[in-house]
């Protein structure tokens, strides 16, 4: 569908006069939850695109399908928990829990059959075409339907375990995101034949898609579940099988700290792992064919409605389809690309040297996460560095961060790593990284019961002929050189000494009792963020009522918090032209009258996850860039420690609103605009406009650095 581009222009005073609603009225709000939902829809969109190579398209499949478990374990299950706990608080669009849970099954029933009818009717023959097949059993011949049974006694029925259902063996325990098979059968007894059930586990330690002979190099594969459903005879001897049913069930997997467990983070933690397994059962997923009285029973024995219970009638449990979107078929994946090296950076392996010369800024993963790791492998070495102090959040699973950190500590430096453990699905890596670094007696902070450490900072101190000297590095994205190669985000670098005093300053109230909460130059949570991004969207209010030069480009990846809405909501009316670029959940309503017309809100979803986070007020003229780890939304404004860092070299901050800001605001093949009832249309070119897909635009650049992208000004 084109649609003409929302308008930015200020309300005209000729128009007659429109009354618009409070600012805290519910209908300028959409719901979180459904603008999720919208989100993961933008997702589905790269599925569906013919122009993306296929094993690609099967990657967003396996990405919507992933985003929507852990939305289930952790979105749905919070207002789970609260209708159970009697929580009657209308959210900010207005709705009670109980109406936003109907509300997401209503909203996200045409979206699965929108994703099942794609795979069956598109990719699985696509797939098919080149050769990529998964088989039914009843496909095989006979030849490897023998294999198939010789597979089935010798690696998977000493695995599995039948669990009978009758008045002897209550309803077994179903494990999160776990497939399995219910099984009716019938016993011949003296009077007569007697039905019975049983859940058999399809085991997730076993491949799920079975590799079997194929001709001429092709890819052929038997779901595992579908060789189990056909050997059940091995299980049940002396049993008649009537008919298996996949199903499969999603829990609650939110960690519930309490207060009073704080003084031993690490081990309430490790608790909370352990219970995560066992958390309330939220979703139920059963195969189209499953009769009635068998999703009847399932549901009362999980404690579900009917507004819990999905029917796919295809392939359960997609987020496996990792494993076919990881095949190695070069011609059927996105053309690899090799991250540059900034030209201040090659030649140059002293780190701490390029950036006494001036601010250093990457662009991943157009830019290398490499300096990155140099820079801290060169702080573990150097013999006059004499702390190291960092935050982590995320980080890979063999990382070569906590590797230096470790070296580092080995060779006598005073090394101080904050991890956070609460960091969500990672928890028991970062358990196992903090232990690694204690044990070469680095400090560990576990950060705090209230808090989640989210901020991404290294603290470098050197000890240099004109005294101590401190390196920063400042992210919006996590420690970890695998997804740099798949986010965007932008790091940098700096020794300026207002920035190192205020990072010292967090690292002391972090990890010791300081209460600073005055910081010269970083905007902080929870302190000083949400009132230092308050003052400055006003002052471009103050600026546009004054008739002075104003704008605000923001890009972010959710927009949830109230107040901040209220904000942009007051600036607009003001008349301050403000273009929003946010990835994922936008609760504001671009384009209302009187409220909100000089917003306009999009999302760009495409190759690369769009992470970074920057904001650009243009400040009466003498523009202002801010980067950072904080998005607008409550948690991270008052529930997380964050930083967000003014860029000060006029240079780099020039590099970000021409690289970053421009080149997506340009974008008119992976952008969607925000319309004002929250849904979303797609950007395309008109009016003779060529197409521009600013990633792609960012990759040719690469290949070509001294090509220019040519853009037109943009508009805020």
């Known amino acids: 569908m084109i649609v003409s581009e929302p308008?930015?222009?200020?309300?005209?005073?000729?128009?007659?006069?429109?009354?618009?609603?409070?600012?805290?009225?519910?209908?300028?709000?959409?719901?979180?939850?459904?603008?999720?939902?919208?989100?993961?829809?933008?997702?589905?969109?790269?599925?569906?695109?013919?122009?993306?190579?296929?094993?690609?398209?099967?990657?967003?499949?396996?990405?919507?399908?992933?985003?929507?478990?852990?939305?289930?374990?952790?979105?749905?299950?919070?207002?789970?928990?609260?209708?159970?706990?009697?929580?009657?608080?209308?959210?900010?669009d207005g709705r009670l829990p109980e109406e936003q849970l109907r509300a997401i099954s209503e909203r996200l029933r045409p979206s699965l059959e929108r994703f099942i009818r794609l795979l069956r009717y598109d990719l699985l023959p696509a797939l098919e075409r080149e050769g990529i097949r998964i088989l039914a059993y009843d496909e095989l011949d006979e030849s490897r339907r023998a294999e198939l049974r010789r597979t089935f006694e010798e690696r998977i029925f000493p695995v599995l375990t039948p669990l009978a259902v009758d008045q002897g063996h209550p309803f077994p325990y179903i494990s999160n995101l776990s497939l399995s098979l219910g099984v009716e059968m019938y016993e011949m007894t003296d009077e007569g034949p007697e039905l019975h059930f049983a859940r058999v586990k399809v085991p997730p330690s076993l491949p799920r898609?079975?590799?079997?002979?194929?001709?001429?190099?092709?890819?052929?594969?038997?779901?595992?579940?579908?060789?189990?459903?056909?050997?059940?005879?091995?299980?049940?001897?002396?049993?008649?099988?009537?008919?298996?049913?996949?199903?499969?069930?999603?829990?609650?997997?939110?960690?519930?700290?309490?207060?009073?467990?704080?003084?031993?983070?690490?081990?309430?933690?490790?608790?909370?792992?352990?219970?995560?397994?066992?958390?309330?059962?939220?979703?139920?997923?059963?195969?189209?064919?499953?009769?009635?009285?068998?999703?009847?029973?399932?549901?009362?024995?999980?404690?579900?409605?009917?507004?819990?219970?999905?029917?796919?009638?295809?392939?359960?449990?997609?987020s496996d389809l990792w494993t076919l979107a990881n095949l190695e078929r070069a011609d059927l994946h996105d053309a690899p690309f090799t991250p540059a090296i900034p030209k201040r950076l090659v030649g140059k392996p002293d780190m701490f040297a390029a950036i006494r010369e001036g601010d250093i800024l990457l662009h991943h993963p157009y830019d290398s996460f490499d300096p990155v790791m140099q820079f801290l492998e060169q702080a573990a070495e150097d013999p006059h560095v004499l702390a190291i102090?960092?935050?982590?959040?995320?980080?890979?699973?063999?990382?070569?961060?906590?590797?230096?950190?470790?070296?580092?500590?080995?060779?006598?430096?005073?090394?101080?790593?904050?991890?956070?453990?609460?960091?969500?699905?990672?928890?028991?890596?970062?358990?196992?990284?903090?232990?690694?670094?204690?044990?070469?007696?680095?400090?560990v902070v576990y950060g705090f019961p209230g808090l989640k450490v989210h901020a991404k900072v290294i603290l470098v101190v050197r000890d240099e002929p004109e005294g101590i000297r401190r390196y920063v590095h400042f992210g919006t994205g996590n420690y970890n050189e695998k997804t740099a190669r798949t986010y965007t985000d932008l790091s940098l670098f700096t020794c300026r000494p207002e920035l190192g005093n205020d990072v010292t300053h967090l690292f002391n109230r972090l990890t010791g009792f300081s209460k600073t909460s005055v910081y010269d130059k970083l905007l902080v949570a929870p302190t000083t963020m949400r009132e230092g991004f308050t003052a400055l969207i006003r002052r471009e209010a103050e600026h546009a009522r004054a008739g002075r030069p104003s704008g605000i480009v923001a890009k972010l990846n959710a927009l949830s918090d109230a107040k901040m809405v209220q904000e942009l909501y007051a600036a607009s009316q003001a008349g301050v032209p403000i273009e929003l670029i946010i990835r994922g959940m936008c609760e504001l309503r671009p384009g209302i009258a009187g409220v909100s017309e000089t917003i306009r809100v999009r999302s760009v979803v495409g190759r690369f996850l769009e992470h970074s986070r920057v904001v650009?007020?243009?400040?009466?003229?003498?523009?202002?860039?801010?980067?950072?780890?904080?998005?607008?939304?409550?948690?991270?404004?008052?529930?997380?420690?964050?930083?967000?860092?003014?860029?000060?070299?006029?240079?780099?901050?020039?590099?970000?609103?021409?690289?970053?800001l421009s080149v997506l605001l340009q974008d008119n093949r992976k952008t969607r605009w925000l319309c004002s009832d929250g849904s979303y249309v797609r950007r395309k070119p008109h009016n003779g406009q060529a197409e521009f897909c600013a990633q792609e635009a960012l990759l040719a650049k690469l290949a070509q650095p001294e090509v220019a992208i040519e853009l037109a000004e943009p508009r805020a």
């Open 209 to 318: 898609f079975m590799p079997v002979d194929a001709p001429g190099g092709q890819k052929h594969y038997v779901l595992l579940e579908d060789a189990i459903a056909h050997n059940l005879d091995a299980l049940f001897p002396g049993m008649d099988v009537r008919a298996s049913y996949l199903f499969r069930v999603t829990r609650d997997a939110d960690l519930d700290l309490q207060e009073d467990e704080a003084d031993d983070l690490l081990r309430a933690i490790e608790s909370e792992l352990r219970r995560r397994r066992f958390g309330e059962p939220v979703r139920l997923e059963v195969e189209a064919r499953m009769p009635e009285h068998l999703r009847a029973m399932l549901l009362e024995a999980l404690v579900l409605g009917d507004v819990d219970l999905y029917e796919i009638d295809g392939l359960l449990g997609t």
């Open 616 to 660: 650009m007020f243009v400040n009466g003229g003498n523009r202002e860039v801010f980067v950072g780890s904080a998005d607008w939304m409550g948690r991270n404004l008052d529930r997380r420690v964050e930083t967000v860092v003014p860029v000060l070299d006029p240079a780099l901050a020039e590099t970000i609103c021409d690289d970053v």
């Open 389 to 443: 102090k960092q935050t982590l959040y995320r980080t890979s699973g063999n990382s070569p961060i906590v590797r230096a950190l470790t070296q580092a500590a080995e060779n006598g430096k005073q090394v101080a790593a904050l991890i956070e453990l609460k960091a969500r699905f990672d928890e028991e890596n970062n358990i196992h990284w903090a232990r690694t670094l204690e044990r070469v007696g680095a400090h």
């Open 7 to 92: 308008s930015l222009a200020a309300p005209v005073a000729a128009q007659a006069p429109v009354q618009p609603p409070g600012l805290d009225d519910p209908s300028l709000y959409y719901s979180r939850e459904l603008s999720w939902l919208e989100f993961n829809d933008r997702v589905l969109e790269e599925a569906i695109d013919p122009r993306n190579p296929l094993l690609e398209r099967l990657k967003f499949m396996a990405i919507f399908s992933t985003n929507l478990d852990e939305y289930f374990m952790i979105r749905v299950a919070a207002i789970k928990q609260q209708i159970a706990a009697e929580v009657h608080r209308r959210s900010n």
